[in-house]
């Protein structure tokens, strides 16, 4: 008598995927880890998937696939799900994006304030292969937080000039080391890690540079201890920032905390947009 050979699990093909469910998550997670194998006598950078299908072929050949099979087949349906739901966010993103356009569009067309639109059409950034990503405010407590990081870029921008008058760097100092060295990097720190609509180019800062540079001495110390005011900081009159060399070593001490920040953010410890900036402010304050 004949044995009727069990019909296999139906694939994304004859049933509808909707969603991953944890333990999908979970095996997709585990096959994108990344490893490090010893093949041939040398060191290879790969992926628990990889290994996997290498291992898969290997058994194959032996006659004995059956048990990684099943673990392709669930690794397969799993993906094919995941790609499901990268579609539907990349649809998603550009129907959110089309629909922040035409409220921005009615808003102008009325006289209205185009920041009151949250988020900015221009910073709903699709993804092809992943999704979609909103690179700027989403809300008014973000764009809040936002301005004040510009605002601070601007002032450091002008720092830079006043300690480039009041304080000449050496002719004979360390190559590399000039006045304003200090401000100058926390501006491309600062600017880096904005949002690309709020970034400047390396043009504007040197044209901002340039504006500022016309001003007399007296200007310029009136302007500074003025721009720190706006910051809640209050700067005695001819301030000058610390040395570069310090200012990296505190930097460099503040990095494992925003790492582990980052790390809750991801972790969804800390989910607040409050609790972030207090969290930020903290740091900064150190």
Known sequence: MTRRRKASPATSSETELVSLTPIQQTLLEEADRQITILSEGRELKTTV?????????????NGSA?????????ITVAQQVRQNVIKEDVAFGL?????????LDEVISRGGDPESVLPHPDDIVIVEGTGYRIDG????????VLKDNCRRRNVLILQAILEERLAPAPADGPVGLFSGATPLVLVQILNEGLPARYRMSDTAIIVAMERYRR???????????????TLGQSRPRGWIMPPLGETRRQIERLIPECMDLYADIRTGKVTSDRKIVERIGRIARQ
């Open 66 to 74: 059956h048990a990684l099979g099943h673990s392709v087949k669930a």
């Open 215 to 229: 001003l007399t001495k007296r200007e310029l110390l009136k302007h500074v201890r003025k721009a720190w005011a």
């Open 49 to 61: 998937g990889n290994v996997v299908i290498r291992k898969l072929m290997q058994t194959a050949a």
């Open 137 to 144: 405010p989403a809300d008014d407590e973000q764009l809040l």
């Open 95 to 103: 129907r959110f994006k089309e629909y922040q356009q035409r409220l």
